[in-house]
C-alpha cells in the first residue's frame, strides 16, 4: 500500500487496514517458519505496509 493511499484513509479505516496487515505479516512470517515461501521478500513488504499505517496513526493522533 502505498503513502498517498494512506493519507486518504479515515482513521478508523486506518486502524482497520493495520490490524489486517499486521495478520498477514503474522501468518507470512509463521508460513516461513514451517516451510520456506514462495517469495520471501513478501514479508518485508508486509513488515513496511504496518510500519506506514502505524507511522500515519501516530501521526494523526499528535496533531
Avoid: C, F, W
Amino acid at each position: 500500500m502505498k503513502q498517498s493511499e494512506i493519507k486518504n484513509l479515515s482513521v478508523t479505516e486506518l486502524q482497520e487496514k493495520l490490524s489486517q496487515s499486521k495478520k498477514a505479516y503474522a501468518d507470512l512470517k509463521m508460513a516461513h517458519a514451517i516451510s520456506p515461501i514462495e517469495n520471501p521478500l513478501q514479508i518485508r513488504g508486509a513488515r513496511r505496509t504496518v510500519a506506514r499505517l502505524a507511522t500515519e496513526l501516530t501521526k494523526r493522533e499528535l496533531q
